[in-house]
């Protein structure tokens, strides 16, 4: 099974450098941060060497060799005024990319590897990627889950297509058909519930944790009015001192029905009693749904 890990996530710092494929640029964003007036970056092996600099709302990139890398429109995410270790104070402005972009070839400063649109450090819309002789040969757009690529040869016709989906571990490919003579081809396609699972991993891992907190607090609410404690359900352990609600936050994890309960209580036990068939319904749904899929 997929190990699920809820994960903080984070700007890309970089753009990737030197590549003369289309992959480099997929689902990327940039943070890009100006202090004290500064607008230039520096960076690479060799420190004297620009490569990125910011105009107005653009954002300029360079290659190592000095040409241009990419010119996109950006805008201010935040600021913040940070101190250093020999306290000087910065006025730190973050950017993001939103809005037109353009990204060019390493040795041909006026040769398009792709253009579109981001919002929000998101690619967004249609992206069109272009060989060093200008010929199309991909057509990225959004569909309802996933963001669809076709690729074509020098004929503008089409070879290949791809789906793929961003995830908390990054992009993933869930369909790649070619086409051919003898017509449309299917290489792999994930199934459609594992389609769905992987677009909102990260919404459903909040509703299950949040459902299992909402469930233990309730839990311990019921079995202190039971037993005429007043006992927590988060157990702690620090050096010597140790609370003494170590049982009852395991029942207060582990309990997952009652059906012994003061009349006092009905109310809460039938409201922790539906949020444990909710919360182990989404567990059991998902681990079978994926086994029957294929993908544990």
């Not at 396609?189 to 891992?205: A, C, D, G, Q």
């Not at 059906?259 to 006092?264: G, H, L, M």
């Amino acid at each position: 099974m997929r190990k699920l890990i809820i994960t903080v996530l984070v700007f890309i710092i970089q753009l990737s450098i030197g590549q003369s494929n289309n992959d480099w640029i997929r689902g990327y964003g940039v943070n890009f941060s100006t202090y004290s007036g500064d607008t230039s970056f520096f960076g690479g092996e060799v420190e004297d060497i620009i490569w990125r600099i910011k105009k107005g709302n653009k954002l300029y990139e360079y290659y190592p060799n000095g040409n241009i890398q990419s010119i996109s429109e950006i805008k201010l995410n935040r600021s913040f005024i940070s101190i250093n270790s020999e306290n000087i104070e910065r006025n730190i402005k973050e950017y993001i990319l939103d809005g037109k972009s353009k990204i060019f070839y390493e040795n041909h400063a006026e040769k398009l590897v792709a253009k579109g649109k981001y919002n929000n450090n998101e690619i967004v819309g249609k992206w069109k990627y272009y060989s060093p002789k200008g010929i199309i040969t991909e057509i990225s757009y959004p569909m309802l889950l996933w963001r669809r690529s076709d690729y074509y040869d020098t004929n503008n016709t089409i070879i290949k297509q791809i789906d793929r989906i961003n995830t908390i571990d990054g992009t993933v490919e869930v369909k790649e058909v070619k086409f051919n003579d003898k017509g449309e081809q299917i290489i792999y396609n994930k199934t459609l519930f594992t389609k769905i699972y992987l677009k909102f991993t990260i919404e459903y891992m909040v509703i299950f944790f949040i459902l299992m907190f909402i469930r233990i607090i309730l839990n311990s609410i019921i079995y202190n009015r039971e037993n005429n404690t007043n006992l927590s359900p988060i157990y702690f352990f620090a050096g010597p001192y140790v609370t003494k609600n170590y049982g009852h936050s395991l029942i207060s994890v582990f309990t997952f029905w009652f059906s012994n309960y003061k009349d006092e209580n009905k109310k809460m036990v039938y409201f922790s009693n539906t949020i444990s068939i909710i919360t182990l319904t989404l567990f059991f749904g998902v681990i079978i749904g994926l086994m029957v899929s294929g993908e544990i």
